[in-house]
Each structure stands twice: as structure tokens, then as C-alpha cells.
């Protein structure tokens, strides 16, 4: 098992050919046995020897012979010595690798005569061609890393995808579980750091991982949450590049389902890189950078707010700017230590956020962000059987979306949300991150360990809903009060003070884990994880992690695998914000119940009420997943695979967001406050999922992943994740809550795939497919701002929206181009490459969003659907 993943080709070509090459080997040994025994022969022998002259046991030694290729292997002894028997004369290669140590190979011929003992000394491997320190177990089925579950793409597999020209993570999604990420979304490790974005351009990406090690202790999220980015590099001994063009117009494409006009569409995309070697031959570089600028539209699908009849549709302009620079430099400091700095920019602009569906063009906000992210990464072998690798990351972003509104916010449940938008905020964050992880190998022990310790700064203006927002349970009661003026609203809110702060989030984690071979066909890790976060006071969080794998039989074509492991959360940023804002001093949260309009205070007449604050518990604790499975793969062809997974999933302690101050027969039991929104640790997750995952080819034009999965999850949190958290629809019975959760799609199927097709055409696709989602049915009515109201006998997400189709397919035509200097070498690396991609190229109705609000007469209808048939055309110049 190498030490340091892929550092020499030559260590690469010894191990490439998998099972195949392996049987072919083994084919050709016993054919060639009966001749080898029949004759004499001539013995080679001799030691295998590492720095120092020290004597090295355990050394593979192979012998190929030059025409035949037939194969003998042998192990060195204690004292570093190998011999071959019964050797027949002839050209052979001798091939000698030791763990730590670069591969050697030297060609050697066999002749009548007696051949002196060979002396091979092993040099230390180096650092130079790789950032990241691990084992390179791709090859070795019993490591936890190999599981057949994993998808591991490189730049020429996804290059040849349809993907969206800015951005990996909608591809990476797809690939990952919605039921076993963190309150962050899916959890992204950029060059060995988690805690990243992908904020870069693709062209800068080398390769990615999704589901490697599930059940490592090394990250804080399982693996089907994860998805681990690897950034490119330069070349130490030539310059390489490339520069691409991508358009997208509405004249090619489909009309979207919900509207009535084709929306208008004219989106251009640009990127280049270029990588080559740094002055004085000891470094190279990497530089990429993309632009986007896309002006699209959105589709308004809401309910007329002047004639207050039939429906109003829209085709909303939305144009968006992005700018991506990614910037890497990688020095050899010695032969076995390598520094390397990447720089990463990212510049996003963004129109009319927040319209489309119900939401009315007077929504629409601008939003921009920059951010900016340099790391440092110094990698060293300290000895044959120890790598370190030291991580410093240093993030500065800044962010500003929306501005002040001058009037308030009308949302009318299930009907439509106008007025002008009520967000309003501007962020400042700083971050400075550190992580040390180290690798030791001893005998049948595999040792990583390391620690990490996260430090961001914030400084945050939250002046959303400063305008205040008037609440109607039903288009009747909207009527009933604008045009007849009779009644009263449901609810009005509104934010009150100074609305600025600023804090400090530190995290600190540590890991040890330990990968035995217990025997030839036996694999156990065994790992244990702590994470501290000073926001919650909660210390205990040690996650111990286990993995287990068995091939039965000598060729290991199947292997059983089975883990179980803890994993916990971090309490979600904005809570941290919420509780230092909202706490009636600093921010005023003003709810009043059933007010007049559109002068909720009547010219001052009617007093403010006791403000709403919202807080976490005292008691909260770190929420965690104990998450198992248990699987069997199996190798139906060389090099294609086959896996059937069970999994169990138990979320322990989730948030969930209540008002412990909800009124008792009309009164508040606590008279000096409105709502008390409490964050607490008392909801829970429960799930299963089978799984059955392809991996391969189909000889060497076709390669792919594809997953079914059948899953059922069930959570009493409603909306508890990434996009916030919701009230119950009653504060002291939350028996009702517990139902599918928001993500629980009982069927789910996802492919990717690359066909090789002749005369230098490709074709790349990404298929999609995925049973309803559920989604809330209430009534639309909250006069106190802290439930969502559900007729009698609903529970929550009793209803399912219909399913999702969507291939996307791209054909490519590549050319290569001859060389234009002479200096060139023969086979030029220089080519040109035209694709066509159509995505969601079948046109289905994908819809994204139902009505779930029973007064609305769009319940049970789509009020947002995602994009039609979109035709995107794009040249690639490569050299």
C-alpha cells in the first residue's frame, strides 16, 4: 500500500489493470509452470535495501519476463532477501516495492551462467507530484475508502458531462443524501479542509469525490454528505491550458411549464486556465478564471392583486454576474516537503432575488458577495512510515443583500407576496483556520490522526423586516379588508432598533483512527472523533466510528462490508445570529395580533405589546446521526461493480423550533414578552434505505455510476435544515408533527455516464429520476406569528407533490490539431473541441413547488416548475 497517493506514475502503470490484468497473470503462470519446471534453470536472488542501508522485509518482488509477460512474485525476507527459482533464460523486468519507498525497476538478463546476487536500494518517495498526505488504497478492496458506493469523477469524466458551466454543486447534490447532512448543506473539503465552498472555476477542479469512507473519523459528516474537491496543479516540465466559450439563447428553447411566453434567455459564459513550471525548476503553477453573465428570467405564477381574479404570469427579468479566480503555486522545498498556496476570488451579482412563483416583481432585491480565501499547505515525509500535512486557511467575505424598504410587506397565504421586499442585511465575516493531520503505517496498522481549529469573526447588520410585513390567511380576507374595508388582517410584524452585531464562532476538533489487517481477507477501522463549538455549551461530543470488511476466497471479486458510527452537528450559524439579534433589547420583534390596516398603530393610538425574542435553550445539546449499514459488492465484470446497501439512520436531539410562551386560553404565560422562539434539542429522525449502486464500464468506451435508492424518513422537525427552521402547529402538542420528512422520496434513481463513440465523438449524460416530495397542508391562519395551522386531523406533510424526470445529454466532437513548431513533439496535445448539450432534453414538468394552503384557490397546484428544454452550445481550444 503506498504511503502517499499517487506520486509516480511508474507506481501508477505497476498497479493499473485491476482484476483482469491480475487473472490474466495468473493464466499466464500456469501455462508457462510446466516449462519453468521442466528445465533447470538459473536462480536470481538478492536484497532489497532502504535509506542507510538498511535492510527492508516485506518488499514485493516481481519478475516479468520480456516476451511472454508471465509473472513470479515473491515477499523479501527478514533480512531484505528474495530469491527467484528455475529461471529460464531471457529479458525480464524486475520490478521491487516497499511501503514509503518509490518503486524500482531495472531490466536484467538471464543467460546459461550464474548470476550474481542483485543489490537494490529503495529511495525514500517523495512529495513533490501530490498536496495531500494518505495511503493510496484504490487498488486494495478491503480498505474503507474503496467502497463501491463512492463516485470518484476526474476533470475528463465530468468535462464530458452536461453540467451547469459555473457550478459543480447541483451535480454533487444529485449524488449526495439529504437525510444525512449537517445544518450547512453538503459538506465540502476543498485540498484536505473541509468547511470550503466551491466557489472556484470548474476548470480549476482536478478531481471529486462523493461517499469515500462513510464512516470516517477524520470528517465531521458521514459520507453520503460529503464530497471532497481536489484542485489542479501545474506541470513541472511543460505548460498546458485551456480557453472555452459557452451560450445559452431562448430562440433554442422550450417554453417553461407554468408560463405563458418563453422566458427570455441569453446567458454567456468564458473560462481559461493555464498551468506550467515555475522559475529555477523546483515549482509550477496553476492559474483559472471564469465570467458569467446570464440574463434569464423567472416566472411569476401568482394570483392578480388588482382585479383580485384569475391568475397574473409573468416573465420577470433576473440577470446575474459571476467572477471566479483560482490561483496555485507549489514549490519542492526539499525532496521530501512540498509548500503550496492557492488563492481563490469569487464576485457574485445578482437582480430581482426573491421573485418568481407567488413572490410579485415588486420583490425582486439585489444581492452581491465577495470572497475572498488564500491556503497554505506544507506537506513533509518525516520518515518512511510518517507523512504530516499542515493546513492554514485565511477567508475574508463580505455580502449585502436587499435595502431599506419604505413600505410594508403584504403576504397573502397561497395567493401572493407583494409589496417591496423586506430583506435588508450586510455581513463581514473573517476566518482563520488550522489543521494538522499526520499518517503512520507499522506492520498491519494503519494510523491518521489529526486536529483542527476553526476561528471566524462576524459582524453582521440585520435590518430585514424594519418596513413591516402585513399577514392574510385567504385572498377573501385581503379583499374583504382593501376593497370593503371590513375585517382585519391576520398579523403584523415588524423589527424595531439597532440591528448590528458581532461575534466570534470557534470550533475545535480532533480524530485518531487506526486501519488493521487483521488477516489477508479481513479489514477493521476503528476511529474516534470529538467536536467542541463554543455557541453551545455542550462538551461531550465524542463520535466513535467503526468499518468492517471481508472478501471471502483468494480473489477478492466480492466483499462484505458493514459500519455504524456517531456523528454530530454544529448549532446552525443564523441561530447564533438569531439569539444575539432578537433579544428584545438589541432588535424589538413587534407581533400584533388582528391589527387595523394599513395603520397597525392608529396613528399612535394603540401601544406596542411586550416584544418577541427568540433564544436557545439552555439545556440544547450538539444534535448527532447513529447512522449503520451493511452490504455486499461484487465484481460482475473487470473492473465493473455491483453493491446492495441497507442502511439505518436515528437523528438524536435535533433542533426544533417552538414558543414556550405560545398563550394558554388567550393568555401569554409570561406577560413581559410576545413570543418566545426557542430553539431546543428535542426532535428526532428515523429512516431506512437500500441501495444498489453501479460502478464501471463497459469496456473502455463506456464508463459510469448509477444508484437506485428506496428510502422512508420520518422526522417530528419541521423545516429543520439548511433553509431554517418552522413553528409547530401547536406549541404545547407536537404529536402532530411527526410525519415524512421534507426530503423523504421513496424512489430515487441517478446516473452519469461517458460513452466514447468513433471518429472522435463523445457523449456524456446525467439521468435523473425521483419519486413526489412532501409538502404541508394548513389553513393559511397565524394571528400570533409562532404556528403553522393545519385543519383538524392534518398532520404535517400529508401531501405529495408529483415527480421529478430530468435527463440531460451532451455531445461532443473533438479535433486534434497538428503541431505548429517544430519543437513540438510528434503526438500533439493541442485540440479543439465543439459540444452540444440539452438539458432536461425530454421537457418534462418538473415541478418544484405545490400550494399547500387549503384557502388559496391554487391549492394542490404548482406554482414554480423548473426549467424546460434548455439547448446550450460551447467550443473548447486545449493545448
Not at 503506498?2 to 493464466?27: I, P, Q, Y
Not at 498526505?133 to 469524466?157: A, G, H, Y
Not at 498551468?275 to 523546483?282: K, Y
Not at 507523512?387 to 492554514?392: H, K, L, P, T
Amino acid at each position: 500500500m503506498d504511503v502517499v497517493k499517487g506520486f509516480s506514475t511508474t507506481a501508477n502503470r505497476t498497479v493499473r489493470g485491476g482484476m483482469s490484468s491480475a487473472l490474466c497473470a495468473l493464466l499466464l503462470v500456469l501455462v508457462s509452470a510446466p516449462a519453468l519446471l521442466a528445465q533447470d534453470g538459473i536462480s536470481v536472488t538478492g536484497k532489497v535495501q532502504g535509506t542507510g542501508g538498511m535492510q527492508l522485509a516485506g518488499a514485493k518482488v516481481t519478475l516479468v519476463h520480456g516476451e511472454t509477460q508471465a509473472k513470479q512474485e515473491t515477499i523479501s525476507a527478514e533480512d531484505g532477501s528474495f530469491a527467484f527459482l528455475h529461471v529460464v533464460q531471457g529479458n525480464y523486468l524486475l520490478q521491487v516495492e516497499a511501503d514509503g519507498f518509490a518503486p524500482y525497476e531495472t531490466g536484467i538478463q538471464v543467460g546459461a551462467e550464474k548470476l550474481a546476487a542483485l543489490r537494490v536500494k529503495l529511495k525514500l518517495r517523495t512529495v513533490q507530484e501530490e498536496v495531500t498526505v494518505r495511503p493510496d488504497t484504490t487498488d486494495d478492496r478491503l480498505s474503507p475508502e474503496s467502497n463501491t458506493e463512492s463516485m470518484k469523477i476526474d476533470e475528463t469524466f465530468f468535462g464530458g458531462l452536461p453540467l451547469p458551466v459555473d457550478y459543480l454543486l447541483p451535480f454533487i447534490d444529485t449524488f449526495t443524501s439529504p437525510a444525512v447532512q449537517g445544518s450547512a448543506g453538503t459538506s465540502i473539503v476543498v485540498d484536505g479542509m473541509d468547511g470550503g465552498e466551491l466557489d472556484m472555476p470548474t476548470s480549476a477542479v482536478r478531481s471529486v469525490k462523493v461517499n469515500r469512507n462513510p464512516y470516517s473519523a477524520e470528517f465531521q459528516h458521514p459520507g453520503g454528505a460529503r464530497a471532497e474537491i481536489t484542485t489542479k496543479r501545474g506541470h513541472k516540465h511543460r505548460y498546458y491550458g485551456s480557453l472555452a466559450f459557452f451560450a445559452r439563447n431562448s430562440i433554442f428553447d422550450a417554453r417553461n411549464a407554468l408560463a405563458q411566453t418563453n422566458p427570455n434567455l441569453n446567458r454567456r459564459f468564458v473560462e481559461g486556465s493555464l498551468g506550467g513550471p515555475l522559475p529555477r525548476q523546483n515549482g509550477f503553477f496553476f492559474i483559472a478564471g471564469d465570467r458569467l453573465m446570464d440574463d434569464e428570467s423567472t416566472v411569476v405564477n401568482a394570483l392578480n392583486t388588482v382585479a383580485l381574479t384569475g391568475p397574473l404570469n409573468l416573465n420577470v427579468p433576473v440577470p446575474q454576474r459571476r467572477d471566479h479566480l483560482f490561483a496555485r503555486a507549489q514549490w519542492s522545498l526539499t525532496e521530501m516537503q512540498t509548500l503550496s498556496l492557492n488563492y481563490t476570488f469569487t464576485d457574485h451579482l445578482n437582480e430581482n432575488n426573491g421573485v418568481g412563483a407567488l413572490n410579485l416583481p415588486e420583490q425582486g432585491s439585489s444581492a452581491d458577495r465577495q470572497t475572498h480565501r488564500a491556503q497554505m499547505i506544507e506537506s513533509a515525509a518525516i520518515s518512511p512510515q510518517l507523512r504530516n500535512e499542515i493546513i492554514f486557511v485565511f477567508k475574508e467575505q463580505t455580502s449585502r443583500s436587499g435595502s431599506p424598504a419604505n413600505a410594508p410587506e403584504i403576504l397573502v397565504n397561497g395567493a401572493f407576496v407583494g409589496g417591496p421586499s423586506q430583506l435588508f442585511d450586510k455581513r463581514e465575516r473573517r476566518a482563520f483556520n488550522a489543521q494538522d493531520t499526520a499518517t503512520y503505517i507499522r506492520g498491519k496498522h494503519s494510523l491518521l490522526f489529526g486536529a483542527t481549529v476553526r476561528n471566524e469573526w462576524s459582524s453582521v447588520f440585520e435590518a430585514t423586516n424594519f418596513g413591516g410585513t402585513f399577514e392574510f390567511s385567504s385572498l377573501d380576507q385581503y379583499r374583504n379588508v382593501v376593497q370593503n374595508h371590513v375585517g382585519t388582517s391576520d398579523l403584523f410584524q415588524v423589527n424595531q432598533g439597532n440591528p448590528t452585531v458581532s461575534y466570534l464562532e470557534q470550533q475545535t476538533s480532533g480524530f485518531a483512527q487506526d486501519t488493521m489487517r487483521m488477516l489477508p481477507n479481513l479489514s477493521v477501522t476503528f476511529g474516534l472523533r470529538y467536536d467542541w463549538q463554543n455557541t453551545l455549551g455542550n462538551g461531550r461530543n465524542f463520535a466513535p466510528r467503526l468499518a468492517l470488511a471481508f472478501s471471502p476466497g483468494q480473489k477478492k471479486r466480492t466483499v462484505l462490508r458493514a459500519g455504524a458510527g456517531i456523528f454530530y452537528d454544529n448549532l446552525p450559524r443564523s441561530a447564533t445570529e438569531d439569539a444575539l439579534l432578537f433579544d428584545g433589547v438589541r432588535v424589538r420583534e413587534i407581533d400584533i395580533s388582528y391589527p387595523s390596516y394599513p395603520d397597525p398603530f392608529l396613528g399612535g393610538q394603540i401601544t406596542s405589546p411586550p416584544p418577541s425574542i427568540m433564544r436557545v435553550a439552555p439545556g440544547a445539546q450538539s444534535p448527532y446521526l447513529l447512522q449503520a449499514s451493511v452490504g455486499m459488492e461484487a465484481e460482475v465484470v473487470a473492473g465493473t461493480w455491483l453493491s446492495l446497501e441497507y442502511s439505518f439512520l436515528h437523528g438524536i436531539h435535533l433542533f426544533r423550533l417552538v414558543d414556550v410562551n405560545a398563550p394558554l386560553s388567550g393568555l401569554r404565560p409570561d406577560a413581559n414578552f410576545s413570543n418566545v422562539e426557542e430553539l431546543v434539542s428535542s426532535a428526532f429522525l428515523r429512516g431506512h434505505a437500500v441501495t444498489l449502486t453501479f460502478r464501471g464500464g463497459l469496456g473502455k468506451r463506456f464508463k459510469g455510476y448509477g444508484q437506485y435508492v428506496f428510502s422512508k424518513y420520518t422526522n417530528n422537525a419541521p423545516g429543520s435544515g439548511p433553509g431554517g427552521f418552522l413553528f409547530p402547529a401547536n406549541n404545547y402538542d407536537l404529536g402532530p408533527e411527526i410525519g415524512p420528512a421534507d426530503f423523504d422520496c421513496r424512489h430515487r434513481v441517478n446516473f452519469a455516464g461517458l460513452m466514447q463513440l468513433p471518429i472522435g465523438f463523445r457523449m456524456g449524460s446525467i439521468f435523473s429520476v425521483a419519486s413526489g416530495a412532501p409538502f404541508n397542508i394548513v389553513t393559511g391562519s397565524d394571528p400570533y406569528g409562532d404556528t403553522v395551522s393545519r385543519p383538524p386531523g392534518v398532520t404535517r406533510n400529508t401531501g405529495r407533490g408529483p415527480g421529478v424526470v430530468q435527463l440531460d445529454a451532451r455531445l461532443t466532437k473533438v479535433f486534434s490539431l497538428p503541431a505548429i513548431f517544430a519543437g513540438e513533439r510528434r503526438r500533439s496535445k493541442r485540440s479543439v473541441e465543439f459540444s452540444v448539450d440539452a438539458f432536461n432534453a425530454i421537457n418534462h414538468r418538473n415541478v418544484t413547488h405545490v400550494v399547500g394552503v387549503v384557502s388559496s384557490p391554487l391549492f394542490g397546484q404548482a406554482d414554480a416548475a423548473g426549467p424546460a428544454r434548455t439547448i446550450q452550445l460551447s467550443a473548447k481550444y486545449s493545448f
